[in-house]
């Protein structure tokens, strides 16, 4: 009978500290994972026209960042210009700044943020811009 006892108060105690060691696997939600400071890499304006594109590229230096905040607010610091803005995701796939310009979030990860913003200028014509951070 002891045996028994001592057995399986092993197994409840090997139980309960399993269960305290284990991680949390709660995904974080899209609004998460963009909040905090991201540093710019880059920033892709292509102005396409009668069928030629007219690439500008920026690239982002070491101050040049972009701090989305949980009050629905992103600070921004790009080339000593400083500005804040709002922003609101549209579903997980989309991001509203200043209420006005759409991007599409195509890449989302710990480490990079990946926005995609193209508008139609006429016929085939179009301005498109692709902006990427890092962490």
Excluded at 53 to 67: K, Q, R, Y
Excluded at 82 to 105: M, N, P, Q, R, W
Excluded at 108 to 119: G, R
Excluded at 120 to 131: K, Q, S, Y
Aim: charged share 25%.
């Amino acid at each position: 009978m002891k045996k028994i006892i001592t057995s399986t108060a092993l197994v409840l105690l090997a139980i309960f500290f399993l269960s305290a060691c284990k991680k949390s696997n709660k995904q974080q939600t899209t609004l998460e994972k963009i909040q905090g400071v991201w540093q710019l890499e880059t920033d892709v304006d292509n102005e396409h026209v009668s069928g030629q594109d007219n690439i500008t590229t920026t690239s982002g230096g070491p101050g040049d960042i972009l701090d989305f905040r949980s009050d629905g607010k992103v600070y921004s610091n790009i080339q000593g210009e400083a500005d804040t803005s709002t922003y609101a995701l549209s579903g997980d796939t989309k991001i509203v700044i200043e209420g006005f310009e759409t991007f599409d979030i195509t890449t989302l990860t710990a480490n990079i943020f990946v926005l995609d913003n193209k508008e139609i200028i006429g016929g085939t014509d179009f301005d498109e811009e692709t902006i990427t951070l890092k962490r």
